[in-house]
């Protein structure tokens, strides 16, 4: 069975660290791997990985997919409190996306 | 504003009972998705419809069908419902199908049976 883990469920931190988000999976078919930011409403896209070794970068934000160890994880350089979100990884396995069940972010100020 | 509606924004209504809920996927794109996210947890895949023909189903239960309209907006119909399938409903689209594509999600509609 397919399957995505997001490690660890729930992060507390203060603003200026950094974060690691990882997202680990098991599918029979990858194609690709994303992630999303949910802050009270939408998932908003942040990054797609489908090539391993090759890392996204957007702002403070970044991401590297390892397909060998089928793992990606998320980075978020000197925090700020409107990051605090849960953060969504899913994995497209078969044309169908698999999500994990996110990593609640939480940024003190 | 992602460009995909979703109506209505909320909705209450008694267990037993039907609801509809509706899509309108941002425009160009072809795929819609319909999701659902009970408190506090993750999002579970229920459905896709890819240009008017169902393309992947994920969780969903007897109870709940789709469709996907000539118009491509969709409609997601909740019978006999339970106490449990109070949630937020979401609508993604996209481009293409599959994971290849971003989906862009509507902001939801919030059910509560009681």
């Known amino acids: 069975e397919d399957k995505v883990v997001q490690s660890p469920l729930s992060l507390v931190v203060h603003e200026g660290d950094t974060v690691t988000l990882n997202c680990s999976y098991e599918?029979?078919?990858?194609?690709?791997l994303l992630w999303y930011k949910q802050e009270k409403k939408a998932p908003t896209f942040l990054f797609m990985l489908?090539?391993s070794g090759i890392e996204k970068k957007s702002g403070r934000l970044s991401s590297i997919l390892d397909k060998k160890e089928l793992f990606s994880i998320l980075n978020i350089t000197a925090t700020q409190t409107g990051d605090s979100a849960v953060y969504l990884c899913a994995v497209d396995s078969n044309y169908q996306l698999i999500w994990g069940a996110g990593t609640k972010l939480i940024i003190k100020p | 504003d992602s460009g995909v509606t979703q109506t209505p924004k909320h909705l209450i209504t008694a267990t037993g009972q039907r609801v509809t809920l509706r899509c309108s996927p941002r425009?160009?794109?072809?795929?819609v998705y319909w999701y659902q996210q009970s408190l506090d947890q993750g999002l579970q895949f229920l459905i896709q419809?890819?240009?008017?023909?169902?393309?992947a189903k994920g969780n969903i239960l007897e109870r709940f069908s789709a469709q996907q309209f000539p118009d491509l907006h969709s409609e997601l119909n909740l019978s006999s419902l339970e106490l449990g399938d109070s949630a937020l409903y979401f609508c993604?689209?996209?481009?293409?199908?599959?994971?290849?594509?971003?989906?862009?999600f509507g902001p939801g509609t919030r059910l509560t049976v009681t």
């Open positions: 489908t090539s």
């Open positions: 993604a689209s996209s481009s293409g199908a599959g994971g290849t594509y971003e989906q862009y």
């Open positions: 599918v029979t078919n990858f194609r690709s």
């Open positions: 425009s160009g794109d072809l795929s």
């Open positions: 419809y890819y240009n008017g023909e169902e393309r």
